[in-house]
C-alpha cells in the first residue's frame, strides 16, 4: 500500500511540475529610434506600437505567462529615451516588482527608409543578467512584415528560454496581416 501512495505521489508532483515551471515575461512597449529625416511619422510610431502586442500573442501562444507592467511603473522607472534598453540592472528592478522571471526591452531601430531593425533586449530578473541581445530587420512598413519579423524576435527569445515555440508555416498565417 505505501508503494503505491509512493508512485502516486511521484505521479502527482510530475504532473504539478509544469504549472511550478512556467516562465513569466515582461515585455515593454518598444521604443522608435527613428534616425531619417522624416522622424517620427504617424506610421511609424503605429508600427513601433503594434510590437509589443504582437510578441506578447506570440509568447502567450508559445506558452509562457506574460506579466504585466502598467505604463505609470514604466514610466517611473525610466530616466530618458532608452535608459532600460541601455540598463538591465534597472529593468531587472522593475520586472521583480510585478513578479516577471524575465523582461523584454526592445526598440525599433530605423536607420533609413527601406529598413528597421527590431531589437531586443533579454534581461533574466533574479540577477539582472542580459541573457539575450537580439536584432531581427524588417523590410518595408507593411504590417505583415513587421509581423514576421516578430516571429523571428520570438525565436530568438525562446531558443534562449524553454525552447517551446514553433512559428506558423509562411503560407498560413502572418501576424498582424488580414
Known amino acids: 500500500m505505501s508503494v503505491i501512495r509512493g508512485c502516486f505521489a511521484v505521479l502527482l508532483a510530475l ?25 517620427g511619422i504617424p506610421a511609424e510610431i503605429a508600427r513601433t506600437a503594434s510590437i509589443k502586442p504582437l510578441l506578447v500573442k506570440e509568447l502567450a501562444t508559445a506558452g509562457y505567462r506574460i506579466a504585466e ?18 540598463h538591465a540592472d534597472a529593468a531587472a528592478g522593475l520586472g521583480k516588482r510585478f513578479d516577471a522571471d524575465y523582461i523584454v526591452v526592445g526598440r525599433l531601430h530605423k536607420p533609413s527608409f527601406l529598413f528597421a531593425y527590431l531589437m531586443a533586449h533579454l534581461v533574466r530578473v533574479s540577477d539582472g543578467r542580459l541573457v539575450g541581445d537580439y536584432i531581427t530587420e524588417s523590410k518595408g512598413p507593411n504590417v505583415g512584415l513587421t509581423g514576421k519579423a516578430v516571429e523571428s524576435l520570438t525565436v530568438k527569445i525562446d531558443r534562449d528560454l524553454d525552447q517551446r515555440y514553433s512559428p506558423p508555416p509562411p503560407q498560413k498565417r502572418v501576424i498582424g496581416s488580414q
Open 69 to 86: 507592467i502598467p505604463t505609470e511603473a514604466r514610466q517611473a522607472a525610466d530616466s530618458g529615451v532608452g535608459y532600460l534598453f541601455d
Open 15 to 39: 504532473a504539478a511540475a509544469p504549472a511550478w515551471a512556467e516562465t513569466r515575461i515582461a515585455v515593454l512597449d518598444f521604443e522608435l529610434k527613428d534616425l531619417t529625416l522624416a522622424p
